[in-house]
């Protein structure tokens, strides 16, 4: 089994930059595939981006390509999305996600383990 914390969420402007952190403990961290996921008020919960154990291949949804970027650090225990040019409508609770299984990318009910969230705010 492994935790999940996230990190690095705020407030910011539209046009500015946050990275946020999901930090692991448990077992071996390159074992895991990684998500990153956002849930807006009144919304349904949706993928944000996808990344491989190696961290050697990612996937983005459409609506953050060009402007976000996922890596994984195995040896910080570590998955990070960095997001640019931000939008109001990216404003959502970010969650990152593992599982051991094969690279899910966006399907969110092969996800195993969840973190609790981080609140990203963008005000125009």
């Known amino acids: 089994q492994v935790q999940l914390v996230e990190s690095g969420g705020g407030l910011v402007q539209a046009g500015g930059s946050l990275r946020l952190s999901c930090a692991a403990n448990?077992?071996?961290?390159?074992?895991?595939?990684m998500g990153w996921f956002r849930q807006a008020p009144g919304k349904e919960r949706e993928f944000v981006g996808a990344?491989?154990?190696?961290?050697?291949?990612?996937g983005l949804a459409d609506s953050v390509k060009g402007r976000f970027t996922i890596s994984k650090d195995n040896a910080k225990n570590t998955v990070y999305l960095q997001m640019n040019s931000l939008k109001p409508e990216d404003t959502a609770v970010y969650y990152c996600?593992?599982?051991?299984?094969?690279?899910?990318?966006?399907?969110?009910?092969?996800?195993?383990?969840w973190g609790q969230g981080t609140q990203v705010t963008v005000s125009s």
């Open positions: 448990g077992r071996t961290f390159s074992n895991y595939n």
């Open positions: 990344v491989t154990r190696s961290g050697g291949s990612t």
């Open positions: 996600a593992a599982t051991e299984r094969y690279y899910p990318g966006g399907l969110e009910g092969l996800y195993d383990y």
